[in-house]
């Protein structure tokens, strides 16, 4: 299986990228700003199921092509890292943007739920974004590549769900000082940017995973 120091490090990654705003944050924050903490934290419970398709996705698809071929695995390594980079350059060029959500209407726990879950499965970035971080953290010498792509993006989805509950519930409890100040999420965007770039440039300067 993965081996400990592999994913002590993706724990630390992933936690690094789950807390630079980006879309999933920024439209659970605009949730939780317009309707409160708790149709924050349902969107964010709905927006991690929808996500779990593109792991399922990832990690029966991939994993047989990383499996099979050492080549295959450093192209997508490469891909991976300047993905990383462009999602950072991205950050930074709309770091102005601010998602607010209009519908003030009370809404059932089953809508808000189905609202997330469309997010999240219908978000084409997600298999991509899975497909650009998963293979770095993986050793096909020590099991199913398969099975070490699905416990990492299983374990991404727990960490984010954790990390973007505190979002919700944070913006739920201060969205008056939040939706005042639209340059404070501006901020947060662009260093997040910079250091998604960082994170690209690390993974494509580090060695290739035996």
Do not use: E
């Amino acid at each position: 299986m993965i081996p400990p120091d592999n994913l002590v490090a993706f724990a630390v990654a992933s936690v690094v990228i789950i807390a630079i705003p980006g879309p999933s944050v920024l439209f659970v924050i605009g949730r939780s700003l317009s309707l409160g903490r708790r149709a924050g934290v349902l969107s964010v419970v709905g927006n991690a199921l929808g996500t779990v398709p593109a792991v399922l996705a990832v990690a029966f698809g991939v994993g047989a092509i990383v499996a099979s071929s050492v080549v295959a695995f450093t192209v997508i390594k490469i891909i991976g890292a300047v993905y990383l980079v462009w999602l950072g350059v991205q950050a930074i060029r709309h770091r102005h943007a601010h998602t607010t959500d209009a519908d003030r209407t009370p809404a059932s726990t089953g809508r808000l739920l189905r609202q997330g879950f469309i997010v999240g499965i219908t978000n084409p970035k997600t298999i991509a974004f899975f497909v650009a971080v998963l293979p770095q953290f993986i050793s096909p010498s020590t099991g199913p590549v398969w099975a070490q792509l699905l416990l990492l993006g299983l374990t991404f989805q727990a960490l984010a769900l954790v990390c973007d509950s505190v979002w919700a519930l944070a913006a739920g409890t201060a969205r008056t000082w939040f939706a005042r100040s639209p340059r404070r999420m501006s901020t947060l965007s662009g260093t997040g940017g910079v250091m998604m770039i960082g994170l690209g440039g690390t993974l494509a300067l580090s060695g290739a995973k035996s």
